[in-house]
């Protein structure tokens, strides 16, 4: 842990350089919609955004041990509970981004009679990767699911814990599993993978993307801009794509 928060601080401590800069430490989920909406930032505001892309579980220990960061967004409360645990965020500026929802999705040209949860105990489901359900959000949301259903308990032989939701994701792509639990997001970022069926919002999920500025912060003015602009129209516009839901401001 602490060579990897060691090679972080060397990676993005020269990103501080200029006043201008904003260093986001962000859910891997966000990847895809992240990066181009921060090209589309740089062009108009003239502002250079640099992303620590991770899971959420690390992102929330690397800030609260001190790694350089101005924005943390979080895949779900709990690591941003704990990071404002740690006193690591300024929870004034804490704020829900957005919302997401659980999608089950298989390598392309299998496993098109998976169409609901009860279809994953099929003989020809030998393997599910998930996100690991004791420490990554997505994992987390997947047992809370397949609980829902009364199928966690009777899966577990089938289950592949992996150390992010896109590590998931590609254990999918690469057909080294034949069935991964993601976000609806992740399937529709991925031109690998056959979307099954996306998880209903009555499976009791309340999946959100809490973000607020680091304590941290060695460029708040900056941050607290970007942070704005994530949840203007242009943004939104572009996580809308991505297929998150977009929580609007109050006035």
Do not use: C
Not at 122 to 142: E, H, L, Q, T
Not at 148 to 173: D, T
Not at 195 to 217: F, K, Q, W
Not at 235 to 249: H, K, S, W
């Amino acid at each position: 842990m602490r060579a990897a928060l060691g090679l972080l601080l060397v990676l993005l401590t020269p990103a501080y350089g200029g006043q201008s800069t904003i260093v986001v430490s962000a859910a891997i989920s966000l990847t895809d919609a992240l990066q181009e909406i921060a090209r589309a930032y740089e062009a108009s505001a003239g502002a250079v955004v640099r992303f620590n892309f991770a899971a959420s579980n690390v992102l929330a220990r690397q800030i609260a041990n001190g790694a350089p960061a101005d924005i943390f967004i979080s895949a779900d409360e709990v690591q941003m509970n704990y990071a404002e645990s740690a006193r690591a965020i300024d929870a004034a500026t804490r704020r829900t981004l957005l919302t997401n929802r659980l999608a089950v999705v298989t390598p392309l040209g299998r496993g098109e009679d998976i169409v609901a949860a009860q279809d994953l105990r099929r003989p020809s489901v030998r393997r599910i990767a998930i996100g690991d359900p004791s420490a990554v959000p997505a994992g987390a949301y997947a047992r809370k699911y397949l609980q829902h259903e009364g199928l966690w308990e009777g899966l577990q032989p089938k289950f592949v814990a992996l150390a992010s939701v896109r590590a998931a994701l590609a254990a999918a792509e690469s057909g080294g599993a034949d069935a991964a639990i993601v976000y609806e997001s992740d399937a529709a970022a991925s031109a690998k993978v056959r979307l099954a069926y996306v998880v209903s919002r009555d499976a009791g999920l309340n999946i959100t993307y809490p973000a607020a500025i680091t304590s941290g912060s060695r460029n708040r003015a900056a941050a607290l801009k970007f942070l704005s602009f994530l949840q203007g129209p242009e943004a939104r516009a572009i996580f809308e794509r991505f297929r998150f839901g977009v929580v609007v401001p109050d006035p």
